[in-house]
């Protein structure tokens, strides 16, 4: 379906919403890759509503109203907790699904496709840059969004991607790639696969956490990255956090887990200079200090204790993917030059290393902010 024809629909899906609509304009808007995305507006008689309206990718998602009952559960918690502690819901502070005029939680075409509507937050931007600031302000958001979830005791938040942050099934695949050997990939990335294999016990490691060492089982939200967090344009203040299509059960050792990985180095994950990418204790302290300023309160100690060793895995487990697709023919991620795949596990390999080689250090930098806090 062509932009223009989507662009089409997302004006007559708005209208499912606000039917009294005296005008209806609708835009692109984002780059996201998984769902489409329009900035709509709505002039009624009482004034112009703002929407942000997505058509959901079911090839992806192949259960959306899983998806999106997920999202509506955990959205409805967060603004009930806004208001307990006197924060009057602004449209800015957490994200509100819409409900159509039906009184649906979303609407679904005539063709199948399936779409939802959130109020739009509006003054917000997208920050890019990895810097010490906003590292910490985005690992407060994600902090702040845990620590709001962990109470929930709503209706279940549902598995939608079985096995998301399975490490050991990612394992599993990977040698199975490496067996199958479908594109005769494997002798060019034989230093990588030694390497990787060598590592294989850190796959288990936060599995034996949750299987017996108490890690409690939390609401998450499983893309924890700097991109998913909108800020205020005007203060350059974290609002929110957003992309919560991946919202399951899980432990929030996967979102720090992937902060570390995605904030940790100020490199891309296809950085090709590998002597650039590397933790850096200015970013990783900042990401831990904003993170622990909204999350110390509800973490047990075997959470905190294993806040480095998730960072590990998570980079591991990128690793794995990376590499498993580079050896079956870049069937899921994007790729845009020769051998992008294992360029990328080579990066996120180097980022790797420099966890495990600085492992001790890192730990000396959760303990110092912990300390800090009381």
């Known amino acids: 379906m062509g932009l223009k024809s989507l662009t089409d629909d997302a004006r007559s899906v708005a209208r499912c919403y606000f039917p009294d609509a005296r005008e209806v304009d609708a835009e692109p808007y984002g780059s996201g890759h998984i769902n489409d995305s329009f900035r709509v507006v709505c002039v009624l008689d009482s004034g112009s509503r703002q929407l942000l309206l997505q058509r959901v990718n079911h090839s992806v998602f192949r259960r959306p109203e899983l998806v999106m009952n997920n999202i509506k559960r955990v959205t409805q918690h967060i603004i009930a907790k806004l208001s307990e502690a006197g924060v009057v819901y602004e449209g800015r502070r957490a994200l509100r699904m819409l409900s159509t005029a039906n009184r649906e939680p979303w609407f679904r075409s005539n ?30 958001a994600y902090g702040r969004f845990q620590s709001w979830l962990a109470d929930y005791n709503g209706p279940p938040i549902e598995e939608t991607i079985p096995r998301f942050h399975d490490t050991p099934h990612r394992l599993q695949q990977l040698e199975e790639a490496i067996t199958d050997n479908p594109c005769r990939r494997v002798d060019e990335a034989r230093i990588e696969i030694e390497r990787v294999l060598e590592l294989k016990e850190l796959a288990g490691a936060l599995a034996r956490l949750e299987n017996g060492h108490g890690l409690p089982r939390r609401v998450v939200h499983n893309d924890a990255k700097l991109d998913n967090v909108l800020f205020d344009e005007a203060t350059g203040a974290a609002l929110c956090v957003v992309d919560l299509d991946t919202v399951m059960p899980g432990t929030i050792l996967y979102d720090f887990g992937d902060m570390v990985r995605s904030m940790s180095t100020p490199t891309v994950e296809d950085e090709e200079d590998f002597e650039k990418v590397g933790v850096q204790d200015s970013l990783f302290s900042a990401l831990v200090r904003g993170y622990l300023s909204e999350a110390n309160a509800f973490l047990t100690d075997v959470e905190r204790n294993n806040l480095v060793r998730a960072g590990q895995v998570l980079t591991y487990e990128l690793v794995i993917r990376f590499l498993a697709d580079h050896l079956r023919g870049d069937a899921y991620f994007k790729v845009h030059k020769p051998q992008h795949n294992l360029i990328r596990t080579r990066s996120q390999l180097h980022l790797l290393e420099t966890l495990l080689d600085r492992e001790a250090r890192l730990d000396e930098i959760v303990e110092h902010e912990v300390a800090r806090l009381h």
């Open 111 to 140: 063709n199948g496709s399936w779409w939802r509507a959130f109020d739009f937050v509006d003054g917000s931007v997208m920050v890019h840059e990895i810097t010490p600031e906003s590292v910490e302000a985005a690992g407060a």
